[in-house]
């Protein structure tokens, strides 16, 4: 039984993998993806405008800088929250908003995650040359099948990511126009969500940027909301009268204190039958030796307590935290993983040593984490 201080992912009903459907049936065109339980009122055209680092919790928490987003979302009370996969972090999620699948199905299962077949891992915001994102990611994305019915894909995010790996596997099939500045990205939105009918796609990476480095309890983060809660009331007031505006997220965040965070450079057994650690710090896959899981589980939940829950692979799987997990996908996924409590860390000074620099963390299966704002305007 999960800790009750987890969320489970809300699969099939109000996550990030079944917006992009949901959208398909609002155009008028169900037939583009699989019907799930998300159900968004009908429109000419429709922008969705993902906010990375927003937590639900957090818009709640500081709504007084969020004016705009905070209302919108206490006027769609009592419907729920969304919810992010597992792990609850960037790569993972952007992934099944972009396919329509959950982690288990288009295979990026986290921020690091093993090369099967090899000792490397694959940092899947970074990306490997190595690596072909067309044979990690196979299926073909939401996005592809929406332009193949006939419906106008647009992906507006910064210059930079257009060939990275990551859009590759998360959001190809769509046009990709490059925007680097709010007022770009703003126009661009328009000019794309003036044909009918389309879907345009927007990110914006600076509110979880300024979380990582300074916390969410920061001044720094809250201006930074408040100016993320301008952009958007900015581009619905731009929009054509049309167009609906979504906004979402793809995980929140929590603050990790230094006194909250385990060194497993310091407990030297949490090394003993582990070949490979990934996964980020709030959440861990330890890919273990031949024969050595069961004694990994019980020395990582001897030294961590109630710091975190331990398990095997398969116990994850029963939970539905990946959702339908393919044959592809199963050795990308730690023997064992590791899903921090509270605020707490794990980390590693030797292996990812930026990892203890950073302020704000996510990953793991708290509802600051794991809720989303899902909002229509």
């Not at 968004?40 to 928490?61: C, E, H, K, M, Q």
């Not at 993972?92 to 288009?106: K, R």
């Not at 809250?222 to 952009?231: G, K, N, T, V, Y």
């Not at 070949?275 to 030294?303: K, N, P």
């Amino acid at each position: 039984m999960s800790h009750p201080h987890f969320l489970e992912p809300a699969y099939g009903q109000r996550s990030l993998g079944d917006v992009v459907p949901a959208v398909a049936a609002a155009l008028g065109v169900p037939g583009a993806a699989e019907p799930t339980g998300l159900v968004l009122p009908d429109a000419a055209s429709y922008v969705v405008f993902l906010i990375d680092g927003l937590g639900a919790n957090l818009l709640t928490r500081y709504a007084h800088a969020a004016p705009y987003l905070s209302e919108l979302l206490a006027d769609q009370l009592p419907a729920a929250p969304a919810t992010c996969g597992v792990p609850s972090t960037t790569a993972t999620s952007l992934t099944s908003l972009g396919t329509g699948l959950s982690p288990g199905s288009h295979g990026l299962v986290g921020f690091t995650s093993r090369v099967p077949g090899t000792g490397k891992l694959l940092n899947a915001l970074l990306w490997d040359q190595d690596v072909d994102p067309l044979e990690w990611q196979p299926h073909q994305t939401a996005f592809g099948r929406l332009q193949a019915a006939g419906v106008p894909v647009t992906v507006v995010n910064k210059r930079e990511f257009e060939r990275s790996g990551l859009t590759r596997a998360a959001h190809r099939g769509g046009d990709y126009v490059g925007a680097d500045l709010v007022g770009e990205r703003i126009a661009a939105a328009v000019a794309s969500s003036a044909v009918r009918p389309s879907l345009t796609y927007l990110y914006d990476g600076d509110l979880d940027r300024t979380g990582h480095q300074w916390g969410v309890a920061s001044s720094q983060w809250l201006m930074q909301l408040s100016m993320i809660d301008a952009e958007a009331e900015q581009l619905r007031e731009t929009l054509p009268s049309h167009v609906r505006l979504v906004v979402i997220a793809d995980h929140g965040m929590v603050d990790s204190p230094t006194d909250r965070r385990i060194d497993v450079d310091e407990h030297h057994e949490l090394r003993d039958g582990v070949a490979l650690m990934g996964g980020e710090a709030r959440f861990r896959h330890l890919y273990c030796q031949r024969g050595a899981i069961d004694d990994v589980v019980a020395t990582w939940s001897s030294v961590l307590g109630e710091r975190a829950e331990v398990m095997t692979r398969s116990t994850a799987i029963g939970r539905g935290w990946f959702g339908p997990v393919d044959a592809l996908v199963l050795p990308r996924l730690g023997d064992v993983v590791v899903a921090c409590r509270s605020d707490h860390a794990i980390l590693s000074t030797r292996d990812f040593a930026y990892e203890a620099t950073l302020v704000g963390l996510h990953g793991s299966l708290t509802p600051d984490e794991m809720l989303i704002p899902l909002v229509v305007d």
